[in-house]
């Protein structure tokens, strides 16, 4: 099983989970969150004083879904949500050990 995080900017999350929906991901969690990589930010001017915002909102999403699913996924992502501009997003993968669902005591793939 992997994790996949993926972030990404506020807008253009309905195309996200148009993507997760059509590879099969059972589910997904979404944070707000602010920050910067290559971007940096940006600057701009206020009532004739410059200032510097250099955290900027972003949407971090998470699945957990089987190595399969993940790739497909990922091959979506990249495919459909590359603009070639600074800010499209990252993705990260991480193994996932395993899989608990507390109501019924299922672990692993059946668990999702």
Known sequence: ?????????PERLEE?????????????MLSNIMGFGNQKGFT????GTKYTVNLLP????????TEEVAEKI??????????GDAGD???FLIDVADA??????????SAL
Request: proline share 0%.
């Open 1 to 9: 099983m992997k994790k996949i995080e993926i972030i990404i900017k």
């Open 16 to 28: 996200l989970k148009v993507i997760l929906e059509e590879c099969g991901a059972t589910g997904l």
């Open 44 to 47: 701009a001017q206020y009532r």
């Open 58 to 65: 972003k949407v971090k999403i998470q699945t957990v879904t």
């Open 74 to 83: 990922i091959d979506l992502v990249c495919k459909r949500m590359s603009t």
């Open 89 to 91: 997003g990252k993705i």
């Open 100 to 109: 608990i669902r507390i109501r019924t005591g299922e672990r692993g793939e």
